[in-house]
């Protein structure tokens, strides 16, 4: 199953620590993809870094903020039979509906785009989504929603993905270990 996530209404300088964020959680739960609504390519570069030196090819790509841009990509991915959630408090509960987005992905052969919002959402990405689906019915955060519903969408594998990057942490119950796999050393810095 490949899930991408679309990141729309993302605001230059001030949501860049927040859509660095639902990055980082696409990545180390499991997506594959980030479609970003906006230029800013410093999203890019900072996930760059981060595969680097952490590992895996998980992608971020700026598609341009006008809505026409980022509804075309949500067309496009419907088109191919694939399915969109969108994820809002005002949708239905995450557990009376995921089951059936898996079984589809699984007995049909179908991906998800995850659409997560940062302000006040248009009212077209409720009506062209498949399911608009919500982790609870309280505002929280696009961080928390999304990390929730990859988890429930991979019951939990995701966070047993090993990403083979430069650097690698040995879990451990006290302390930092992490091997740099350049260097064929342990250090304890982290
Ligand atoms: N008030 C905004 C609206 O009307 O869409 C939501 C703002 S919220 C800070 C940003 C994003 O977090 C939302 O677009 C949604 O994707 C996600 N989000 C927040 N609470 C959620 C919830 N309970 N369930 C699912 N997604 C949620």
Same mark, same amino acid.
């Given at each position: 199953?490949?899930?991408?996530?679309?990141?729309?209404?993302?605001?230059?300088?001030?949501?860049?620590?927040?859509?660095?964020?639902?990055?980082?959680?696409?990545?180390?739960?499991?997506?594959?993809?980030?479609?970003?609504?906006? @230029?800013?390519?410093?999203? +890019?570069?900072?996930?760059?870094?981060?595969?680097?030196?952490?590992?895996?090819?998980?992608?971020?790509?700026?598609?341009?903020? =006008?809505q026409s841009r980022w509804l075309d990509a949500i067309n496009a991915w419907r088109k @191919?039979?694939? &399915?969109?959630?969108?994820?809002?408090?005002?949708?239905?509960?995450? !557990?009376?509906?995921?089951?059936?987005?898996?079984?589809?992905?699984?007995?049909?052969?179908? @991906?998800?785009? +995850?659409? +997560?919002?940062?302000?006040?959402?248009?009212?077209?990405?409720?009506?062209?989504?498949?399911?608009?689906?919500?982790?609870?019915?309280?505002?929280?955060?696009?961080?928390?929603?999304?990390?929730?519903?990859? !988890?429930?969408?991979? =019951?939990?594998?995701?966070?047993?993905?090993?990403?083979?990057?430069?650097?690698? &942490?040995?879990?451990?119950?006290?302390?930092?270990?992490?091997? @740099?796999?350049?260097?064929?050393?342990?250090?304890?810095?982290?």
């Amino acid at each position: 199953m490949r899930i991408v996530v679309l990141r729309i209404g993302h605001r230059y300088v001030r949501d860049y620590r927040v859509t660095m964020h639902v990055a980082l959680v696409a990545r180390a739960f499991g997506a594959s993809k980030m479609l970003l609504a906006s @230029d800013d390519s410093s999203i +890019v570069e900072g996930i760059k870094e981060v595969n680097e030196r952490w590992g895996g090819s998980f992608e971020v790509e700026c598609i341009g903020s =006008e809505q026409s841009r980022w509804l075309d990509a949500i067309n496009a991915w419907r088109k @191919d039979g694939n &399915i969109v959630v969108h994820l809002t408090m005002y949708g239905l509960h995450v !557990d009376d509906v995921v089951q059936e987005v898996r079984s589809r992905c699984r007995d049909e052969g179908r @991906d998800v785009m +995850v659409v +997560v919002g940062a302000e006040k959402v248009p009212k077209v990405v409720y009506e062209v989504s498949d399911y608009n689906i919500a982790i609870g019915n309280q505002p929280h955060s696009e961080v928390a929603a999304l990390a929730i519903f990859l !988890d429930r969408m991979f =019951e939990g594998r995701e966070l047993r993905v090993e990403f083979k990057g430069r650097m690698r &942490i040995v879990p451990t119950a006290r302390g930092k270990r992490v091997l @740099d796999m350049s260097k064929s050393s342990t250090d304890g810095k982290g």
